[in-house]
């Protein structure tokens, strides 16, 4: 991504033989252009890179020498909307006394796993970013084949075994209430291959695997007469 920031010529393709080359002799980019610029290594397909690289490593070193509070101000400036959510999250790590890699650290857990405020707030999110959490009310939607497990494409056994593990993650997120759902149809959305002809949703295997203490399936509309029970 440095490599083509802000740049009107594009560098992707000296950066691909630039990996092609580290994987053929066990280097890491980093060494390899460190020891071009160092002139101790001669590369003429990877020179366009070293400009930029040059740049980055100027301004990495202008950035180590700066305090926590101060790289935070650098790299997350307040007067950027943008960075304004995860301004905040540096910021309130910062209230411990952390290093740099304590500080990294807490920004990861807080993005990977969020914190629920209270009862009247409503998240939605993926599934993997699920983990970790519970809710009184917890609603899994898209419960089609295609979608959990997502099968537009042949996948291999574990690929299915690992979803499988990932919706039971999701079902044991709620407290109180779980809404399973999927469409009638799925047009315009990844599907099994070849799509039905009708373009009804084919539910998800997953939900045939709930055994025999699972509900009836409803639809929308009685769903909804019920008064969402």
């Given at each position: 991504?440095?490599?083509?920031?802000?740049?009107?010529?594009?560098r992707?393709?000296?950066?691909?033989?630039?990996?092609?080359?580290?994987e053929?002799?066990?280097?890491?980019?980093?060494?390899?252009?460190d020891?071009?610029?160092?002139?101790?290594?001669?590369?003429?397909?990877?020179?366009?890179?070293?400009e930029?690289?040059?740049?980055?490593?100027?301004?990495?070193?202008?950035?180590?020498?700066l305090?926590?509070?101060?790289?935070?101000?650098?790299?997350?400036?307040?007067?950027?909307?943008?960075?304004t959510?995860?301004?905040?999250?540096?910021?309130?790590?910062?209230?411990?006394?952390i290093g740099?890699?304590?500080?990294?650290?807490?920004?990861?857990?807080?993005?990977?796993?969020?914190?629920?405020l209270?009862?009247?707030?409503v998240?939605?999110?993926?599934?993997?970013?699920s983990?970790?959490?519970?809710?009184?009310?917890?609603?899994?939607?898209?419960c089609?084949?295609?979608?959990?497990p997502?099968?537009?494409?042949?996948?291999?056994?574990?690929?299915?075994?690992?979803s499988?593990?990932?919706?039971?993650?999701?079902?044991?997120?709620?407290?109180?209430?779980?809404?399973?759902?999927?469409?009638?149809?799925?047009?315009?959305?990844?599907?099994?291959?070849?799509?039905?002809?009708?373009n009804?949703?084919r539910?998800?295997?997953?939900?045939?695997e709930?055994?025999?203490?699972?509900p009836?399936p409803?639809?929308?509309?009685?769903?909804?007469?019920?008064?969402?029970?």
């Amino acid at each position: 991504m440095w490599f083509e920031l802000n740049k009107s010529t594009p560098r992707f393709q000296h950066y691909y033989k630039l990996r092609k080359y580290c994987e053929s002799n066990n280097r890491s980019p980093k060494s390899v252009l460190d020891d071009m610029i160092n002139n101790k290594l001669t590369l003429p397909d990877l020179a366009p890179l070293l400009e930029p690289y040059g740049d980055l490593v100027k301004k990495l070193t202008s950035l180590s020498k700066l305090n926590l509070h101060n790289l935070i101000d650098e790299l997350l400036p307040n007067n950027n909307l943008d960075y304004t959510s995860l301004r905040r999250i540096a910021k309130d790590a910062l209230t411990k006394d952390i290093g740099l890699k304590e500080l990294y650290d807490e920004i990861k857990k807080e993005i990977k796993e969020p914190k629920i405020l209270d009862d009247n707030f409503v998240k939605v999110m993926t599934l993997h970013k699920s983990k970790g959490l519970s809710s009184k009310v917890v609603i899994v939607t898209e419960c089609v084949e295609g979608e959990i497990p997502y099968t537009a494409n042949s996948i291999a056994n574990e690929s299915i075994e690992e979803s499988r593990r990932l919706f039971y993650v999701a079902l044991t997120r709620c407290t109180d209430t779980l809404i399973l759902s999927y469409p009638a149809t799925h047009t315009g959305m990844r599907r099994t291959k070849p799509p039905p002809e009708d373009n009804k949703a084919r539910k998800s295997r997953f939900l045939d695997e709930l055994g025999p203490a699972a509900p009836d399936p409803k639809s929308g509309i009685e769903w909804q007469a019920s008064g969402y029970t």
